[in-house]
């Protein structure tokens, strides 16, 4: 009776790390599809703003008065802005591929456990656990995104003081 009670929890630990694997793998196969995805269309984007940009910058070239060196300060921080998107989106996934495993250890654990008691420890140490990484992935994301922002309006404030010192000029003389 032992033998075939033993056996029972056997395949029934067996069956269920095989359905957590299986789920592992569905998931991490759609994070990779929609990573691709989103990377494809984020290139295709970024390829006709590139063009529509070039054209724009083509066509004030040849009207008197525009400054060219204003749109590639523009252009230069629109490639600034879209590399920190970049930065953030790998972040992002990051956190997400390490809330994944996170989880599926987990499910693992729970499935090892005697008591209730012990399956409340592991749930509650899981719970801090994710409150941590969370805290800790936003506080990198925000500083990615104050580290994107200053380094995208750089080169048009540079820009900017330029263009005053150069109208000033005259103006002083």
Known sequence: ????????????????E?????????????????????SGQYQ???????????ATVRAY????GVNKEQLEAVVAAGKLAAEGGEKVNAEILSMT???????FTLARSLVGVKTVKEAFELQSAFAKNVYESYVQGATRISSLGVE?????????GKQFTASVEKFMKPMSA
């Not at 295709?44 to 070039?54: G, I, M, N």
């Open 61 to 64: 070239s040849d009207i008197a």
């Open 1 to 16: 009776m032992a033998t075939a009670k033993k056996n029972s929890t056997e395949t029934v630990t067996g069956n269920f």
């Open 97 to 103: 591929r390490t809330a994944v495993d996170d989880y």
């Open 18 to 38: 095989e359905i957590v694997e299986a789920g592992k793998e569905t998931i991490e196969s759609a994070i990779k599809a929609g990573t691709e995805a989103a």
């Open 44 to 54: 295709k984007a970024f390829a006709v703003s590139q063009e529509s940009l070039d």
């Open 148 to 156: 994107v922002a200053q380094a995208a309006v750089e080169p048009m």
